[in-house]
């Protein structure tokens, strides 16, 4: 084994700059990841043949050509929804083009036999639902282009980019065999999974970016180009299986920022054959850091790793194994062996300690390992090339510089061979002149001694000045000391790099555009201010720890940035007057024992990859953020003497501990306050563990995040969310608040709020209208949770997940804000011990589902209350148990139980405006409704006269009581059946409920004897309203009579011609109520037109002469016959008509008849004469009598009178006959219709 080693303290570069990249693109994941639709929308075949199927859970491309592309106006996939790709085989492709001006958010799963390109201008990010299983995936928020894709199947990719689009994976890749993912932009990043085994996988950040595929099935991917801000990152799993992995990205960066950051997993392992390549490739500025796992072993021999760029970082935790069964394969890392070849030459490359590359053969010869750079190298780190046969070939080579720290371990194994090559250097009032340019000390004992004035009058000429300690032929430690002050207003910069410590003991002030940067292998101790007064910034950069024992400032507009591999600790005050920023990096830790200030517009940031603790203040005074992260620890406040503040004016404040907790609590007996607070800016903290404030044992200990008078929206992010007041005092508070304007947003797995034993508060209180949302499966009550405060209300509330209380919560808001308890959450509960439930609104709604019991729970809204379909609200206590105040809707798809008061004397209240407030299942209360009770007027203590649950009403019914208006007639006596109608009565009421009493009816009329006169009659109904609350109105009927039917006919009469006539008579039908014709008004008068001298023939008797209004009177008229006699002889044909005909032996004689008076036939009809000389017979007045005596042929007809039978004048007809009265012996005389008589 050959060794050509000089060993010293080299060259270090700072890693930490990748933590900044990393909280950009999580946070920018997060934000994109509320956005998104569940599907992709507007989908439209551009070129090609494919059709598009969707549902709510599902899209289907059925695909029939080779290639086809798509547009999309949108191209989300939700958490429950697949998209499905259905092509003819594994080499078919489809090109997806969104055309949105939002990234495009993968939540759920993507399938298809070939390969998926997404392209979108804004962004593609795939979350960790996401679920990729095809043959292959591209990304992009670059242009693909068409032309090449459709006619050859391969890409151009480039241009077209959105500002600050970003291409991101935290989901979990299935990749086919020899496939390739593949993730294109100008920053792209994997947090995810990506499994392709035998594939390619391509993080590819430039401009421009060309994939082929070759014959051999090889994808040949070329990446140019160096937009701003490119980046690559991989904090996620990389698994190609003895495949291919290429990280290559280009940004217009500086040497210190960060372009490609692998801290996960990179494997291009085989189990079979040879291992794979992994090339991470950085073109342009920036730096190439590795903190994560690379590993391309192979069964046979080991694969290929490379890593460059300008400036190369392998952290205290990066691996890279090369190693294989047989033999060892190739790891270069800055460069080519002795810089040769086509891999780009590094500028600077640092292993740090505790970097391990190993390339071991494990039964033959062991692999290569380069480490180079064109200016210096750093090795602290572990290196092992061992073979069975023979050890490898090692090279550590910094072609200016090469440090070796004393942790380096290099084992090349037997036959390996390891190729490798400062002196102190002091800045004072003394010494050695330096001009512009880089000085590096000569060779000689002790230290360099280089005079501070010279450095000075070489920056005020504007030139730079780099001072090194880099010396091959020196075995110092490369430390550099500041011991005269440096304050130069030119616009040189200032480069202070010392492979070993940089101790600044006298003030450097850069006053002009110069820069100032401090670069240590190992600390950099501020023992005197260092500061820019100009526009020029500061660089601090430590490969151990930085301390600031004096303050670090800025009063123009430069920057001041600290980036340690170690620790940063803060020990005096350091403050940013100007417009820049001040940032806080480190390896380690970061302690703020004093106070850091921005007073302009800059940033505060910190960021720690282990713990941060904040003794004192960090404060933006005026439009800063501040932003503060721990990747692997706690952040921790509340150690400081005095009053401590994390807090900016009018920016933002972010804190977040993305695997541990977030901690606000005093830790001694300072009666001092820890407050987080944001003027008008927002407040974010995430912790992957748990947030706690926790109130301290002291007075005034109170800890606050937030204040009543503020904007801020107040965001905390974490499975745990305590607030917990102290136990000893009543102003150990906790308290998390906001004011007008501003919101209170937790979402956790469990949220807990504990009061102390001193009842010193612990509170969550949104005031003067800020919004209010807890989401956690879990939450405990045991302290105060409020949407309003004195004289203020608060906001919408939003609050999902089963809770406790014990505290009585407090919800008065504001006019418009809206309340929702796990609406969406049927599964949710709200359970309140010993304390109600009040919710009041104005203008905004109310929306309950999950169970809710509490002692009383009073919702009050006058816009509506809507209850989900697995609402349950139980009001536990006695008297008015649930009051829900529903105003103008109550929507309930809970059910008819979905109301309940368990108790005996307890019951629940519902409240409405009106009747069509009701939408979905009226609540089964078991009793009659209320009405026109509006609910600001009737409070429940008002229906205490009311029994039961109750639906009370603000609208009143009106319930019209109408009597039935009917007709009798006059004598009939109606009393007692009078009726009446109810109009208006609701279902479910009855009359009982609905009036006092029962209805009066009654009218003057309904006696038998009521007059005609006075019709119609009033029928009067009365009707008294009860306490239900119906508005009645009585509405009377008529009772109409009608007179009685009268008929007065005259009776018939006859009399002889020359005759008087005889008193005429009447008879009378429809007298009621035992009256007579003396009832009546007037005198009966019967008149006819026959007098004496009247010729024979029939005269009406009028009836006529009386009225009466109770009456309805006919008058019908009788007949009076006139007769004439004739002498004996006249033969039938000489009678004529109008004659009386009389029968007798041997002749005739007639008599004028009229015709129609009686009809006489000649036919006969028995009428039941005797067969006796004389007869007897029984006729009827106005029958034609016929009889055929026994001794005689023929008949006889003889129609009486109608005043009965007269005898004849004179004569004897020879013919006795006994008709109906006593017996004669002479004529009858008859009436007939006929002009002749015959007996035939």
């Given amino acids: 084994m050959i060794f050509w080693v000089r060993k010293g303290q080299g060259q270090h570069l700072s890693v930490m700059r990748d933590l900044l990249v990393t909280t950009v693109l999580s946070g920018f994941l997060l934000a994109a990841q509320s956005a998104g639709a569940q599907s992709p929308q507007g989908g439209v075949v551009a070129s090609g043949s494919a059709s598009i199927a969707q549902t709510a859970q599902q899209s289907v491309i059925n695909q029939t050509t080779e290639r086809a592309v798509i547009d999309w106006q949108g191209f989300d996939v939700g958490r429950d929804h697949t998209v499905t790709f259905n092509q003819p085989g594994r080499s078919s492709a489809t090109l997806n083009r969104v055309n949105s001006a939002s990234a495009s958010v993968i939540r759920g799963a993507i399938n298809a036999p070939g390969t998926v390109v997404i392209q979108n201008t804004a962004g593609v990010l795939f979350t960790g639902d996401a679920q990729i299983d095809t043959g292959g995936l591209v990304a992009s928020s670059q242009l693909v282009d068409p032309g090449h894709f459709m006619n050859s199947g391969n890409f151009r990719i480039g241009g077209g980019e959105r500002p600050g689009a970003r ?9 086919g065999d020899a496939g390739l993912a593949a993730l294109v932009g100008s920053n792209v990043g994997n947090a995810g999974t990506i499994v392709a085994h035998l594939g390619t996988v391509a993080l590819a950040s430039g401009e421009t970016t060309t994939i082929d595929l070759a014959g051999d099935g090889v994808f040949q991917i070329a990446v140019s180009g160096t937009p701003e801000a490119g980046r690559a990152t991989n904090a996620g799993r990389i698994d190609v299986s003895g495949g291919r992995v290429l990280i290559s990205a280009g940004g217009a960066a ?28 950085g073109r342009g500025g920036g730096q190439v850091n590795v903190s994560g796992a690379i590993e391309a072993t192979g069964q046979s021999t080991g694969g290929s790793v490379r890593i460059t760029g300008e400036t190369v970082n392998l952290a205290r935790s990066a691996e890279v194994d090369a190693s294989g069964a047989v033999s060892g394969g190739e790891v270069l890392i800055g460069g080519g062996f002795q810089g040769t070849g086509d891999l780009r030459r590094a500028t600077k490359t640092v292993l740090n300690m505790g970097s391990v590359v190993t390339a071991d053969g494990t039964s033959g010869r062991g692999g290569t390992v380069v480490i180079w750079s064109d200016e210096s190298t750093w090795f602290d780190g572990s290196i092992s090339t061992v073979g069975a046969i023979s050890g490898g070939l090692v090279e550590t080579s910094g072609k200016i510089n090469l440090g070796t720290g004393d942790n380096a371990s290099v084992t090349a194994g037997n036959g390996g061979t390891w190729l490798l090559d400062p002196r102190n250097v002091r800045i004072a009032a003394s010494g050695t002149n330096v001009s512009a340019g880089t000085t590096n000390p000569p060779s000689g004992a002790g230290e360099f001694q280089i005079r501070g004035p010279s450095i000075v009058a070489a920056l005020n000429g504007n030139s730079d000045v780099v001072i090194t300690t880099d010396q091959p032929a020196s075995s110092d430690a490369g430390n550099i000391t500041v011991a005269t002050a440096l304050r130069w ?52 950069n430590a490969g151990a720890d930085i301390r600031f024992d004096r303050p670090v400032f800025s009063t123009g507009a430069g920057n001041v940035t600290a980036t340690a591999d170690a620790s940063v600790l803060v020990n005096r005050a350091t403050q940013i007057s100007g417009s820049g920023d001040l940032t806080l990096v480190a390896g380690d830790t970061i302690v703020v024992d004093r106070r850091l200030r921005t007073t302009n517009a800059g940033d505060l940031i910190l960021r720690a990859q282990n713990s941060v603790t904040i003794n004192n203040n960090v404060i933006a005074t005026q439009g800063g953020d501040v932003s503060i992260r721990s990747a692997n620890g706690d952040v921790r406040m509340g150690g400081s003497n005095g009053h401590q503040r994390i807090s900016t004016n009018s920016g933002d404040v972010t804190v977040e501990a993305t695997t541990g907790s977030i901690v606000l609590q005093r830790t001694n007996t300072r009666q001092r306050n820890t407050q987080i607070y944001a003027s008008a800016g927002d407040i974010a903290l995430t912790a992957g563990t748990e947030i706690k404030l926790q109130g301290g044992e002291a007075n005034r200990q109170f800890v606050r995040i937030g204040r009543s008078g503020d904007m801020s929206d107040i965001s905390l992010t974490a499975p745990k969310v305590s607030v917990i007041a102290g136990d000893t005092v009543s102003q150990g508070t906790a308290q998390i608040i906001a004011g007008s304007g501003g919101s209170i947003s937790i979402d956790a797995d469990e949220i807990d709020i504990e009061t102390g034993d001193a009842n010193a508060l612990a509170s969550i209180q949104a005031l003067n209208g800020a919004t209010l949302t807890l989401d956690a499966a879990t939450q405990t009550w045991d302290g105060l949770v409020r949407a309003s405060g004195s004289g203020a209300s608060g906001g919408d509330v939003t609050l999902i997940g089963d809770i406790t209380a014990s505290v009585r919560p407090v919800f008065d808001l504001v006019d418009g804000a809206d309340f929702s308890l796990n609406v969406g959450n049927a599964t949710g509960s ?29 919702l009050e809204s006058d816009t509506g209350v809507t209850l989900g379909s697995g609402a349950q609200i139980t009001g536990t206590a006695a008297g008015d148990a649930v009051v829900i105040a529903a105003g103008n809707r109550f929507e309930n798809n809970a059910g008819a139980a979905a109301l309940q008061a368990p108790d005996p004397s307890g019951r629940w209240l519902l409240y409405m405006n009106q009747f069509a407030s009701l939408a979905g299942t009226a609540p089964a209360s078991g009793s009659f409704d209320l009405y026109n009770r509006p609910f600001a007027s009737n409070p429940p203590s008002s229906l205490s006269g009311f029994a039961g649950n109750r639906i009370v009403y603000g609208e009143q019914p009106g319930l019209t009581v109408t009597a039935v208006s009917r007709t009798k007639t006059y004598g009939d006596d109606v009393t007692g059946t009078l009726t009446y109608n109810l109009t208006g009565l609701r279902a479910g009421d009855s009359e009982a409920s609905a009036l006092a009493g029962p209805v009066s009816i009654s009218s003057t009329g309904s006696a038998a004897n009521a007059a005609v006169a006075g019709s119609p009659y009033t029928i009067a109904v009365t009707a008294a309203a009860s306490s ?35 008193a005429f008579g ?3 039908a429809g007298f009621v109520l035992g009256e007579t014709l003396s009832d009546l008004s007037g005198s009966l008068l019967l008149t006819t037109p026959a007098t004496v001298a009247s010729p024979a023939g029939t005269f009406a008797i009028t009836p006529a002469g009386v009225t009466s209004t109770n009456y309805a009177i006919s008058f019908v008229d009788g007949e009076l016959t006139v007769g004439s006699v004739f002498t004996e002889g006249g033969a039938v044909t000489d009678l004529t008509e109008g004659g009386v005909i009389a029968q007798r032996r041997g002749g005739f004689r007639a008599s ?8 006489f036939r000649t036919s006969e009809r028995d009428i039941g004469l005797a067969a006796a000389d004389p007869f007897a017979l029984s006729y009827s007045l106005g029958e034609v009598i016929a009889f055929r005596p026994a001794s005689q042929d023929g008949s006889e007809g003889f129609v009486p009178a109608a005043g009965g039978l ?9 013919v006795s006959a006994n008709l109906g009265g006593a017996g004669r012996d002479g004529c009858v005389s008859v009436v007939v219709t006929e002009s002749f008589w015959d007996q035939q």
């Fill in 830 to 858: 709200f359970q309140a011990t010993g304390v109600p439930l009040e919710v009041t609104t104005t203008g905004g709604s109310i929306g309950v589902d999950g169970t809710v019991q509490a002692p009383q729970v009073t």
């Fill in 489 to 540: 207003n030119g616009s040189g910069n200032l480069t202070l790099d010392a492979d070993g410590s940089i101790v600044v003991n006298r003030n450097i002030q850069t006053r002009g555009a110069g820069d100032l940067t401090l670069t240590a292998g190992d600390t950099v101790d501020v023992n005197q201010s260092v500061q820019t007064s100009g526009t020029g910034d500061i660089f601090v």
């Fill in 167 to 175: 291409v991101v994976n935290e989901g979990t890749f299935s990749i």
């Fill in 1152 to 1159: 004028p008849v009229t015709p129609g008076d009686a009809a």
């Fill in 254 to 281: 500086g040497v210190l920022d960060t372009v490609i950051n692998t801290s996960g997993i990179i494997r291009a392992a085989s189990g079979t054959d040879a291992g794979g390549r992994v090339e991470l490739i």
């Fill in 1028 to 1062: 239900q609350g119906y508005n009645v109105t009585a509405a009377n009927g008529t009772l109409t009579i009608d007179p009685a039917s009268l008929t007065i006919t005259a009776n018939d009469a006859s009399r002889a011609v020359g005759d008087p006539n005889p």
């Fill in 1066 to 1068: 009447a008879q009378f």
């Fill in 1206 to 1214: 007269e005898p004849e004048a004179t004569g004897d007809c020879g």
